[in-house]
Structure formats: C-alpha cells, structure tokens
C-alpha cells in the first residue's frame, strides 16, 4: 500500500488550498487522516475520517476552517483548507490504518504513511 499526496504550496494568509492524497495498492476502504509537521515540532493531528466517512474529528486549531472527505472510488482522501493562516505552516501528511476497529485520531493510530507536502502561509 502507498499513498501519494499532492497539492502543499504556497499561500497567502487568508487564502485556501486543496491537500489530495491517493491511495495505491488496495481496494477496501480504512480510516485516513491528514496529519502536520510544524517546523521544529512533533507530527500532529489535523484531521481524520472513519473508514465509511460517517465520522470525522478535526483539531482544535483548523476546526471551521478545514475540511477532510473521502472519494472511496477514486481511493483518495481531500483536505480543503480555507482562512489559512501562518501557525498552518507545515509538512503534511496523510496516512492510513491497516484494521477497521479501534481508534483513528493520533500519529499512533495510523500505520501507512505518505511523503509529506509543504504548505507554506506567509502573513
């Protein structure tokens, strides 16, 4: 299984973008999460959705202003963030489970991890 995600850049404070994150290598849908890297920082959670996409979490820091959504039979996962703001600035990745119970919203939880895309907000 591997996951690809695209979409990072740069942007201006206020502005939005559109994070994509293909899924290769399986058909049967899990949980996925998106997942940032500050620099200097530890890996955090942004937000995760279950595997049927009945349940979302978001962290306290974009909720209102991220979005997380799943297209099963494009085997993709979308982050849409809007009002960024220059504290978004990071590495993100997203990442999926191997088993269908259990809890779905660390780093910990989340097994199979993408390559990280950029997204820089400049004030």
């Known amino acids: 299984v591997q996951l690809q995600a695209s979409g990072g850049g740069l942007v201006q404070a206020g502005g939005s973008l559109r994070l994509s994150c293909v899924t290769s290598g399986r058909t049967s849908p899990y949980a996925m999460g998106w997942f940032r890297q500050p620099p200097g920082k530890e890996r955090e959670s942004v937000a995760t959705i279950s595997w049927s996409g009945a349940g979302t979490f978001y962290a306290d820091s974009v909720k209102g202003r991220f979005t997380i959504s799943r297209d099963d039979a494009k085997n993709s996962v979308y982050l849409d963030m809007n009002n960024l703001k220059p504290e978004d600035t990071a590495v993100y990745y997203c990442?999926?489970?191997?088993?269908?119970?259990?809890?779905?919203?660390?780093?910990?939880?989340?097994?199979?991890w993408g390559q990280g895309t950029l997204v820089t907000v400049s004030s």
């Open positions: 990442a999926t489970r191997t088993v269908f119970s259990g809890n779905y919203y660390s780093p910990a939880d989340f097994s199979i």
